[in-house]
C-alpha cells in the first residue's frame, strides 16, 4: 500500500517548489462553469497543481496530457539537446550525470532568458527567448489522490486485520483448503497457463472461468459466420490446453462480460457463487498499446472496478466463504520514471508521465483497488507483471503476438519479404534498399527491459491463493536480470538473421521515421511503411533510455518463489526460436494447429536436451538448428521417428 509520502508527486525536475497533498476526497469535482466532470476523468484520481498558487487547478484534466508524447519534441532546440543526451549517455554510460547536466542547461537558458526579460524590461522577450533556446518550463504537477485520509499507522492497522481475517478463514479449510476461485480472462495469454498450472494445483478444487461470447468472422468478408457460447469456448479452451478427463472436471465456464455490473454474471450462478467463493483472480484487461483512452477505461478501471464490487459482495455475503481478491496490474503502473527505483509499495505520479492509456488506466484501476481495501475493507492483494514474455524453457505462449512478439514478427516477416524479393537482379536493389530503411528501430542500447516468462508470472499469481500476508502489498512479478536492448539486437541478429539498427528515439521520431515511410511508399510498399510506422509508435518508448527499474523481492519474501528467477537471455533467446519456428512469425494463425505445434514443440526440445544433456536455450542458434532438423520434420511441424 502506497504511503502519503510516497504518493506525492515527483516534482518536475525544474521546480524545487513543495507542492501541497492533494485533496483527498474522492467527490466528484466541478469544471469552472459549475458542471460535473466526466465521471470518467482523470481527475477522480489525479490532480493537477498549480505551482504558483500550491492549489488545484479545477479544471478537467485532458488524458493526453498524462502521456509522454504530450510533453517532448517541442522545439528543435529540445529536439537536439534529448538527441545529444542520448549519445553522451552512451559515451558515458551515466545517466545520472547526463540528466543533471540537462537540467543545469535549461536552468542557465532559463536565467539568461530571465536576464534579457529584465534588462530590455520586456516580458515578450523573456518569453520568446525561452521558446527559442526550449527552456523547458511547467507551471504545474500532477500527482494521484490519497485514496483515505487515514494515518499511515491506521492504514498499517486496517491491513494487519485484513491478514488476519483471510489467515482464519483459510486455517478453517484445513490442509486440503478445496479453493473455489473465480478467474477472469481465461482465454488470454496469462490466463491459459493459469489454466494450465491451476490443473495441477493441489489447493485448487475449482476453477469458474467467466468468458464472454466469442463471434467467429469469415477472415475476408469480416462477416460474423458464427458466435461461440461461454461454454463452447471453454470446452475448446481445455482441449487446446491438454487438459482432459478428471482434471477438466476442475474446470466451469459460465457468461461473463468485466464491463457490466457484476462482471456479467447471470443472477443465478452469482446466487450459488456467493456462498462457495474463496477467490476472485481479475486478470481479464484491454492489453492495448494504441487504444483510445474510452476503450482501455471501460476495461481497465470500470472492469477493475466491477471485479472489486463483485468481490466485496462476495466477501460480505451470508454463509461466504472468501478469503481474498486478487487483483492483476502491471508494474508500468510507475510509468516513465527516468532510471528512479519504481518500489513495490509506492506508486508515485510518474515524472516522465506514461507511454500510454494502457498504463495510465491500469495506474487508476490500483488506485481504486487501494480505496476498496482501505475504506471498505475489502481483503485484496496486487500483482504487478512486468513484460511477460513466453515460457523460460520452451518459448511457448498460446499464440500470443502481443507485446515484445509484435517487433520480432514484424521483423521476421519483413526479412522473408526481403529474401523473396532479392531473387533477381531488381528485385535485389529494391530488397537492399527496403532492409536499409525498414530494419530501424528507436531505442538505445543501453535501455534495460523487464522481461519475465509467463510461468514465472503465473506461479506467482497461484502461490498469491494462499498467502495471506500478500493482502495489502503490491507485488511486483518481475525480473532482476534485465535484458538491454543491444542484446536483444545481437540475439535477433542470431536466431533470426535480422540486422536491426538501433537508432536514436529522438532522432527517429522526428526525422527517420517520417523519411522511411517516404521512401517506402515510393517503393511502393505502404502495408510495410503503415505496419513499422504503427510499431515504432507503439513500442519505441519501451527502447529509450530511462527506462524505469522495477524493484523486486516481494515475489520471493512474500509468495515465497524461487529466488532464482528465469535467465532472461535464454528466455528471449527461446521466445525468437519459438516465434521463428512455431509460430512463423504471426503467420500460423489458427488456434488448434498452434496448440498442436507448440505440444510437439515442447516434446523435441525435450528430445534435444535429453540428447545433449544440455538445456536448449544454451546451446548455440547453429548447432540448434542442426539438432533441430535431426528431431523435427519442419515442413509437416511434426517429431521425426528416433529423432
Ligand atoms: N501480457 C503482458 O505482457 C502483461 C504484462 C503485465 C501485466 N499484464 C496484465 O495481465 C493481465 C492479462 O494480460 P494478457 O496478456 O493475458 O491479456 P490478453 O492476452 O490480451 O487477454 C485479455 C483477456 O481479457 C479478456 N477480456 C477483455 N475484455 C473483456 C470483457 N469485456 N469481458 C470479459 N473478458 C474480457 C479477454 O477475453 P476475450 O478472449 O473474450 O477477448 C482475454 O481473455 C492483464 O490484466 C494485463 O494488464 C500483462
Not at 516465434?579 to 525435450?606: H, I, M, P, T
Request: aromatic content about 6%.
Amino acid at each position: 500500500m502506497a504511503t502519503k509520502r510516497a504518493r506525492a508527486a515527483e516534482a518536475p525536475a525544474e521546480s524545487t517548489a513543495e507542492a501541497p497533498e492533494p485533496k483527498s476526497d474522492i467527490e466528484p469535482t466541478f469544471n469552472p462553469k459549475g458542471e460535473m466532470m466526466w465521471e470518467s476523468s482523470p481527475s477522480r484520481y489525479i490532480a493537477k497543481i498549480s505551482l504558483h498558487t500550491r492549489k488545484e487547478i479545477l479544471r478537467p484534466i485532458d488524458p493526453e496530457e498524462l502521456l509522454v508524447h504530450a510533453h517532448r519534441d517541442k522545439n528543435p532546440v529540445e529536439v537536439t539537446a534529448q538527441f545529444m543526451a542520448s549519445r553522451a549517455i552512451q559515451l558515458t554510460g551515466n545517466e545520472d550525470a547526463v540528466k543533471d547536466g540537462l537540467r543545469r542547461m535549461n536552468a542557465l537558458a532559463g536565467s539568461l532568458a530571465e536576464s534579457l526579460g529584465k534588462a530590455t524590461g520586456l516580458k515578450a522577450v523573456e518569453k520568446q527567448t525561452k521558446k527559442l533556446m526550449g527552456v523547458a518550463e511547467r507551471s504545474y504537477i500532477f500527482q494521484f489522490r490519497e485514496p483515505s485520509h487515514l494515518s499511515e499507522k491506521e492504514v498499517k492497522g486496517r491491513v494487519a486485520k485484513l491478514q488476519a481475517e483471510a489467515r482464519a478463514a483459510l486455517k478453517a479449510r484445513g490442509r486440503a483448503p478445496k479453493l473455489q476461485v473465480l478467474l477472469t480472462g481465461a482465454t488470454g495469454f496469462l490466463g491459459k497457463e493459469i489454466l494450465v498450472q491451476a490443473a495441477d494445483d493441489k489447493n485448487i478444487a475449482q476453477m469458474v472461468c467467466a468468458l464472454r461470447p466469442e463471434k467467429i468472422r469469415d477472415p475476408k468478408t469480416r462477416e460474423v459466420v458464427k458466435v461461440l457460447s461461454p461454454q463452447q469456448r471453454g470446452a475448446q479452451l481445455l482441449e487446446r490446453l491438454g487438459i482432459s478427463g478428471a482434471r477438466a472436471k476442475k474446470f466451469r465456464f459460465v457468461d461473463g462480460d468485466i464491463e457490466k455490473p457484476n462482471l456479467g454474471i447471470p443472477d443465478a450462478e452469482l446466487a450459488k457463487l456467493e456462498k462457495t467463493l474463496t477467490h476472485i483472480v481479475h486478470c481479464a484487461a484491454s492489453v492495448s498499446f494504441d487504444d483510445t483512452y474510452e476503450n482501455s477505461y471501460r476495461a481497465n478501471v470500470l472492469g477493475a472496478r466491477n471485479a472489486l464490487e463483485l468481490a466485496y459482495r462476495v466477501q460480505n455475503a451470508k454463509g461466504s466463504s472468501f478469503i481474498n481478491h486478487i487483483a492483476i496490474e502491471t508494474s508500468y503502473i510507475h510509468g516513465r520514471k527516468k532510471r528512479s527505483m519504481a518500489l513495490e509499495n509506492a506508486l508515485a505520479f510518474p515524472r516522465a508521465f506514461y507511454n500510454n492509456y494502457y498504463e495510465l488506466t491500469k495506474a487508476m484501476a490500483s488506485i481504486d483497488t487501494d480505496r476498496f481495501m482501505i475504506e471498505k475493507g475489502l481483503r485484496v492483494a496486487q500483482l504487478l507483471p512486468s513484460i511477460v514474455i513466453g515460457h523460460s524453457r520452451t518459448g511457448n505462449n498460446y499464440g500470443d503476438t502481443k507485446v515484445v512478439n509484435a517487433p520480432i514478427n514484424a521483423f521476421g516477416r519483413s526479412k522473408d519479404q526481403i529474401d523473396k524479393l532479392a531473387t533477381d537482379m531488381v528485385g535485389r536493389s529494391k530488397a537492399r534498399m527496403i532492409a536499409a530503411v525498414a530494419m530501424a528501430f528507436p531505442g538505445d542500447a543501453t535501455a534495460e527491459l523487464n522481461l519475465v516468462p509467463v510461468d514465472r508470472v503465473v506461479a506467482g499469481i497461484i502461490a498469491a491463493l494462499v498467502v495471506p500476508e500478500a493482502i495489502g502489498e503490491r507485488i511486483h512479478l518481475a525480473t532482476d536480470n534485465r535484458i538491454r536492448t543491444e542484446d536483444i539486437v545481437r540475439i535477433t541478429k542470431e536466431e533470426i538473421g535480422i540486422d536491426v539498427r538501433l537508432t536514436d528515439p529522438t532522432l527517429f521520431r522526428n526525422f527517420t521515421l517520417p523519411l522511411m515511410k517516404i521512401a517506402l511508399e515510393k517503393m511502393k510498399e505502404p502495408k510495410l511503411a503503415n505496419a513499422l510506422d504503427k510499431l515504432a509508435t507503439i513500442f519505441g518508448g519501451y527502447g529509450e533510455w530511462g527506462q524505469p527499474i522495477h524493484d523486486v523481492g516481494n515475489d520471493v519474501r512474500i509468495l515465497g518463489l524461487p529466488i532464482r528467477r528465469p535467465n532472461t537471455l535464454f528466455a528471449f533467446r527461446m521466445l525468437c526460436r519459438h516465434n521463428k519456428y512455431v509460430q512463423d512469425f504471426g503467420k500460423v494463425r489458427d488456434a488448434d494447429e498452434v496448440a498442436r505445434r507448440e505440444l510437439v514443440w515442447s516434446q523435441v526440445l525435450e528430445n534435444i536436451e535429453f540428447e545433449t544433456g544440455r538445456q536448449v536455450a544454451s546451446i548455440s542458434p547453429e548447432e540448434f538448428q542442426r539438432l533441430l532438423e535431426a528431431h523435427l520434420d519442419l515442413r509437416a511441424f511434426k517429431a521425426k521417428k528416433g529423432g
